[in-house]
Nanobody, 125 residues
Framework: DVQLVESGGGLVQPGGSLRLVCTASGVTTSPTCVAWFRQAPGKEREGVAALEYNGTTTYSDSVRGRFTISKDYAKNTLYLQLNSLKPEDTSMYYC????????????????????WGQGTQVTVS
């Protein structure tokens, strides 16, 4: 089974940057879709960015132009570069993976993702 472990979260001032890292293990066949979600207390989990196997990226309106998703396939590692952070970006951030298409569309449906990490906290204050 695929296991995902996130790291890189922390406390940062508004306007600052962070890079989140998600390391995968147990991968025998690379998932075709990988993504980052976030969830703030009392709110639903929100899809932030998705990366399809062909390199297609999708971002939510709230982070487009500020966040960048990328992957090192050789290391089975997924990244999320967070720039120009705002207090409203404060959340627990999760990486997720699934096999199949419609990666960007399925950012709207967290239940469609098969594998999840335990999350890393980002606090902007």
């Amino acid at each position: 089974d695929v296991q995902l472990v996130e790291s890189g979260g922390g406390l940062v001032q508004p306007g600052g940057s962070l890079r989140l890292v998600c390391t995968a293990s147990g991968v025998t066949t690379s998932p075709t879709c990988v993504a980052w979600f976030r969830q703030a207390p009392g709110k639903e989990r929100e899809g932030v960015a998705a990366l399809e196997y062909n390199g297609t990226t999708t971002y939510s309106d709230s982070v487009r132009g500020r966040f960048t998703i990328s992957k090192d396939y050789a290391k089975n590692t997924l990244y999320l570069q967070l720039n120009s952070l705002k207090p409203e970006d404060t959340s627990m951030y999760y990486c997720a993976a699934r096999s199949g298409g419609y990666c960007g569309y399925l950012l709207q449906t967290s239940a469609a993702w098969s594998y999840w990490g335990q999350g890393t906290q980002v606090t902007v204050s």
